[in-house]
């Protein structure tokens, strides 16, 4: 650790704490996680779920109107805007299921008794990436860099596990969390597309 603090998620600062988290985690995701303090609260992180999510959600509407307006797609919108709802209310939920699978994973395989909180906020603060969830095409590197690239990061800074551990603590997380992730996807795509 070099003395510094990772940034959190902050209540009283919500646009200025977030930037400062989005920065951190796609331009300095190895100092991110190095000072990050894995034991705090979960609050903070579910709040930043939340806005990431609505975000998310929020663009990712407008640009299926836009598609669907331009091209004569044949998506049902008031679906699709209660799917990215459900998305947004939901997000906290996912990301504990998607904490879940690292936190089996990580007992597997790094030995250490980490505990889901600590899971969840490593990967609370890895969904930041989401945010660019809505871009299409760019929305699976937002996933991977999330879902493997900022969680092997994060299990190798905070656990000071090897690389090799966290690559594979990360991989079978990842494998577990995508095909849940993609089960969801195709749910969605039969809703709002018929």
Do not use: C, H
């Amino acid at each position: 650790m070099n003395g510094s603090k990772s940034p959190e998620f902050d209540l009283q600062r919500p646009l200025a704490s977030t930037a400062a988290l989005l920065r951190a985690i796609f331009l300095g995701p190895r100092t991110f996680y190095v000072n990050f303090d894995a034991r705090g609260p979960t609050r903070e992180p579910t709040l930043f779920v939340l806005l990431v999510s609505t975000v998310t959600g929020v663009l990712s509407l407008v640009v299926s109107s836009i598609f669907t307006v331009a091209y004569g797609g044949d998506a049902s919108l008031p679906v699709v805007a209660g799917l990215n709802l459900a998305y947004i209310v939901l997000s906290p939920v996912l990301v504990g299921m998607g904490s879940g699978a690292y936190l089996l994973s990580s007992r597997m395989f790094i030995g250490k008794a980490p505990e889901l909180r600590e899971v969840y906020r490593i990967f609370a603060y890895a969904y930041g990436a989401m945010i660019l969830f809505w871009v299409p095409l760019v929305n699976t590197l937002a996933f991977v860099y999330a879902a493997m690239i900022l969680m092997m990061l994060g299990m190798q800074s905070v656990y000071r596990t090897s690389f090799l551990t966290a690559l594979i603590t990360s991989l079978v997380g990842f494998v577990l969390t995508s095909l849940f992730f993609i089960y969801l996807l195709d749910a969605a795509n039969g809703l709002a597309y018929g």
